[in-house]
């Protein structure tokens, strides 16, 4: 178990502290200065690399040595907030990808909207320990990345009218979503609904 949980840490202070960095431009261009821009993103890729690695190789392990309960979650209650943001997240992530549409201008950063509904939706219905850290931790990350990008002036996707794109970011999503309660049990080893 203390191996497990440890695995996760690191994994988490490698993949987010990397991610961390693009907030920090003078560190960023510094790094860049001093490597080159392809071994930057090489490195950054092999960092984030890792960090996921050890998170999945953490959790799994966690799971499999049984859980640290802290709090139980009052199931029927969040449960359908959770489905409700477990939604918003994949219209929010498959928006990040898609080309410019209203809802992508109106989430401004909806990849960061997408993790932050992701995160918080796993928190409302699982209260164990390593839950609290992947998802608290991702959670905690997505809301500074989007903090920093404001204080940067990064004001997210560019003003489009309502268009076909907005229609097949929901169609997408929904498929998606719908896809999420076929195979959560398969690939994660825990029933979605």
């Not at 201008?105 to 909207?113: A, D, K, S, T, W």
């Amino acid at each position: 178990m203390v191996a497990a949980m440890a695995w996760l840490i690191v994994g988490l202070v490698l993949f987010l502290g990397i991610h961390t960095l693009s907030t920090a431009p003078s560190a960023r261009a510094a790094l860049i200065g001093r490597l080159g821009e392809g071994p930057y993103k090489g490195l950054y890729s092999l960092v984030a690399l890792a960090g996921l690695v050890l998170i999945v190789l953490g959790f799994g392990a966690y799971r499999s040595a049984g859980y640290v309960q802290v709090w139980t979650p009052p199931f029927p209650i969040f449960h359908p907030i959770a489905l409700a943001l477990l939604w918003l997240a994949f219209v929010a992530l498959v928006a990040a990808y898609a080309p410019a549409s209203r809802i992508k201008h109106l989430l401004r950063h909806p990849m960061l909207v997408g993790v932050k509904a992701w995160a918080l939706a796993h928190l409302l219905v699982n209260g164990d320990l390593g839950s609290m850290l992947l998802f608290g931790g991702l959670l905690i990350w997505a809301v500074y990345d989007r903090i920093s990008l404001k204080r940067r002036g990064d004001g997210g996707a560019p003003a489009v009218d309502w268009s076909k794109n907005d229609l097949l970011v929901v169609v997408i999503a929904t498929l998606a979503y719908a896809a999420m309660f076929w195979l959560h049990d398969t690939l994660i080893g825990v029933t979605a609904a």
